[in-house]
């Protein structure tokens, strides 16, 4: 019987892939036992829990790309938190290890080098992420979610590389569109902006500086975050001509997928699960990339995909109301939405999981 450790947390982003590689290798072998292994918050427990699986938590530092006296104390809560890991590698002692990213693959990616466990690591964007970099050299493989022509910087690793795709949910391949509690009508297209679970304050007051514009031709869908809500929320609620307009604060992932079905054009942040979320349904997306995010990897993911005529990309230093209803109305109204949307739906891969969960089988 083997066992497989599933690494990941801090993000939904991080998790959701690995409960789907998770599902994938019960599929395939119904006998296998799971563990996962996240950080110490609730949020990742519950994610992980809710899905049906075994969940530890692990103290993990995070490093901070600037100067901060938190980065010494979370050296320490890091070697804690391999202590920890020690711990639940020898207990459980696993055939192999997954780590799909974030801080708290460090720890425990180092517990499981230091007793020889077998070490397969999954890169989500085109850049990889500092605690990847930090384990790459003791991994036997890297399942990376882009063509492998994105990752031409990475030579030394180069033959480690795996294209795999990003595993999400099931429900994005799926023609069908789940119930959807807004009062939509078919008279005008929907736009729907994604602000990831923390909301993109900047998306945020860029859209509520549109939505007069906005909703003369479009119904808005908008996923604020919790931070922005209450006050989009009472922007509505205080004018008589926003009935079209519907923020919501946190959306499930098998909600996204009905409202990114539903939706004519997609304006979001340039994580890669999320782009691989509007890839797999095949719908025209602007990028607005997070200035200064972890080695500018969203602008990496962006530039990428805008290169390849897979969605259009738009930096928010130049993201003005003007300029964005210029993109909308080329998205929406000419061709250039039929080939974004086609071209982002070329670079998917539905079997993502099930290449990840082979690797780990074999």
């Keep these: 019987m083997m066992k497989i450790l599933l690494v990941g947390g801090g993000t939904s982003g991080h998790i959701l892939p690995a409960l789907s590689i998770a599902r994938e290798i019960l599929r395939k072998e119904p006998n296998t036992q799971l563990l996962y292994v996240g950080s110490r918050s609730m949020a990742d427990r519950e994610l992980v829990t809710q899905a049906g699986f075994k ?5 993990a530092g995070k490093w901070r790309r600037y100067f901060d006296l938190r980065n010494l104390i979370d050296i320490f809560v890091t070697l804690i938190g391999v202590i920890t890991a020690l711990f639940v590698v020898i207990f459980f002692w696993p055939d192999r290890v997954l780590i799909k990213g974030g801080y708290v693959g460090v720890p425990v990616g180092l517990a499981a080098w230091l007793l020889g466990r077998k070490i397969l690591l999954h890169e ?6 500092v605690a990847n970099r930090v384990l790459a050299p003791l991994s036997r493989k890297i399942c990376v979610s882009f063509p492998l022509e994105a990752y031409e910087g990475n030579r030394k690793l180069s033959r480690k590389l795996i294209f795999t795709g990003v595993p999400i949910n099931e429900e994005f391949y799926n023609k069908a569109i789940g119930p959807i509690s807004l009062p939509l009508t078919d008279k005008k297209p929907v ?15 860029l859209i509520q500086n549109t939505l007069s514009q906005l909703l003369l031709d479009y119904q808005v869908l908008h996923q604020t975050g919790a931070a922005d809500y209450a006050g989009l929320r009472s922007w509505k609620d205080s004018n008589d001509y926003a009935k079209d307009y519907h923020p919501i604060d946190f959306v499930s992932n098998s909600e996204m997928a009905s409202l990114i079905k539903r939706s004519a054009v997609i304006i979001s ?8 979320e509007i890839a797999a349904v095949g719908r025209p997306a602007i990028l607005i990339p997070l200035p200064g995010s972890a080695n500018n990897h969203q602008y990496a993911n962006a530039k990428y995909l805008s290169d390849k005529g897979a969605a259009a990309l738009l930096l928010q230093s130049e993201a003005t109301p003007a300029v ?16 974004l949307a086609f071209n982002i739906r070329e670079l998917t891969n539905p079997s993502a999981a099930e290449r990840i969960a082979d690797e780990l089988l074999q």
């Design 55 to 59: 969940f530890v938590g692990v103290p």
């Design 124 to 129: 989500s964007d085109t850049v990889m992420g």
């Design 191 to 205: 736009i729907l902006v994604i602000g990831g679970s923390q909301g993109a304050h900047a998306i945020n007051q």
């Design 269 to 276: 942040r340039a994580g890669a699960t999320t782009a691989f």
């Design 324 to 339: 964005l209803l210029e993109r909308l109305e080329r998205v929406v109204h000419s061709d250039m939405g039929k080939r």
